[in-house]
């Protein structure tokens, strides 16, 4: 089981978030369990190339 972390917020009724290695595409639900799927609707396109070329964040080691 893969597992992602997301950034998440509530906005008045709405929760808010992103995944932080994709903090380009948002996503939103009326409560959490809703905004978790729609996270896992968005994400299964992101990695499956349905979005094309979505951005992605990364870490670099330089030292």
Do not use: H
Not at 20 to 49: F, H, K
Request: aromatic share 16%; net charge negative.
């Amino acid at each position: 089981m893969d597992t992602q972390t997301y950034i998440y917020w509530q906005d008045e009724k709405m929760f808010i978030g992103f995944f932080e290695t994709y903090p380009d595409y948002w996503t939103q639900g009326e409560s959490v369990e809703a905004l978790e799927e729609n996270l896992r609707d968005i994400y299964a396109d992101l990695t499956s190339g349905a979005i094309p070329c979505a951005r992605k964040a990364a870490q670099l080691q330089i030292a």
